[in-house]
């Protein structure tokens, strides 16, 4: 059974610093895409960034020069380093690995680690 688990969240000053560590478990092979969504409150989960096995990478417009999406296809463990923050990047910040198989997307999705931003 594979299980995201994501730490590293909590409360910042705008302006500020934090990275998100995602580990798994469970997989016996490596994920085709990792990467992080949020949900802000009240709106839909959107895509932060998210990374291939190589060096293709895809970010939202907002976060694009603030966030980093750092991943080890060894370990299957997915980082999100976020630079600059402001407050409307308070969420729920989701992580988010994915697999290839038999013509569709299978999903897995760690429980969810809230990240607040004060002004």
């Known amino acids: 059974q594979v299980q995201l688990v994501e730490s590293g969240g909590g409360l910042v000053q705008a302006g500020g610093s934090l990275r998100l560590s995602c580990a798994t478990s469970?997989?016996?092979?490596?994920?085709?895409?990792m990467g992080w969504y949020r949900q802000i409150s009240g709106k839909q989960r959107e895509l932060v960034a998210l990374r291939g096995i190589g060096m293709s990478s895809n970010y939202a417009d907002s976060v694009k020069g603030r966030f980093t999406v750092i991943r080890d296809n060894a370990k299957n463990t997915v980082y999100l380093q976020m630079n600059s923050l402001t407050p409307e990047d308070t969420a729920v910040y989701y992580c988010?690995?994915?697999?290839?198989?038999?013509?569709?997307?299978?999903?897995?999705w760690g429980q969810g680690i809230q990240v607040s931003v004060s002004s």
């Open positions: 469970g997989a016996t092979f490596t994920f085709d895409a």
């Open positions: 988010n690995a994915r697999k290839y198989v038999n013509s569709a997307w299978q999903d897995y």
